[in-house]
């Protein structure tokens, strides 16, 4: 790690118990923890993938929602920071029996985790347990409200391939109205001086969008036209009460990402997308494989940022050079 990231790391403070959200972080606790990410993905480049750093802490991942990348990912942050991790489906536990989420949390924490990892589909629930339990609560996405941690991969990603954030113009194209991605990631982007574009069909806009420092267009052409970045997001049928669109052809036809569309973009434009993808609806094999892509990097940098939003929360007592 250089001394500028070490120096950068040791001046902003982390005092937070819990990760519930990017609206109330300061862009200086955001480039807080892409600094100690750019850290951690160090490790994740050795033969001995491990650190000492959580050595005797708990952190139990509670799912209320299917997820791939988001739990394996924390599952594998948590081992490589030597913490022991345990996995909890609602699908195998005792919600099935009627237990509520209350309760459960606190038979959980009378196990003494240090740190729970909660996905859930209704918004604000993290919270509830954040007011009531000492462990720390990490949010890994509620309903259609925020999903911190991949807010902050996404702004890892960027950075990296980008090297900055100011005046830069990012794209995000699809279901806005539904997305806890792209709330996230409009906090944090235009937290970070980014210029935010937001492009869908009217009935996947939120109403009053503007308001969040955002530009609305109409059209995906006009939203990939000039773009440093361009997030596609899919449509979240599952939070939706009815259809908002004619058919999945219609919509692939007016806001899939094709090579086409692409052609409007800076020839160094970058696309990105949070997962799963909708191969042929929201973005093309050809654009999703393709020379712009950094899809599997915002994979890859998931689990250095999640080890850094651990560390932060459960390991400052030991330093921030004893992570390493």
Sequence with gaps: MSETLTHA????SWDKKDLLDIKSLSA????????????FKQISERDIKK?????GKTVITLFYEASTRTRVSFEIAGKRLSADTVNISTSTSSVQKGETLIDMAKN???????AIIMRHNVPGAPYILASRLAASIINAGDG?????????????TIREKKGRFEKL??????????SRVARSNIFCLTKLGANVTVSGPATMLPRYVERLGVRVVSTIQEAVEGSDVIMMLRIQKERMGKVLFPSTRDYSRFFGLTPDVMRGALPDAIVMHPGPMNRGVEISSEVADGPYS???????????????????????????????
């Design 9 to 12: 790391a040791k001046e902003i």
């Design 28 to 39: 200086d606790e955001i480039e807080l923890v892409l600094n100690t990410a750019e850290s």
């Design 51 to 55: 650190v000492p750093t959580l050595r």
């Design 108 to 114: 959980l924490e009378a196990m003494a985790p240090d």
């Design 144 to 156: 259609a409200h925020e999903h911190p941690t991949q807010a902050l991969l996404d702004a890892f």
């Design 169 to 178: 113009r990012v794209s995000l194209i699809g279901d806005i109205a539904h």
């Design 294 to 324: 950094v899809i599997l990097d915002q994979v890859t940098n998931g689990v250095a940022v999640r080890m850094a939003i651990l560390y932060l929360l459960l390991g400052r007592g030991g330093g921030y050079e004893d992570a390493h």
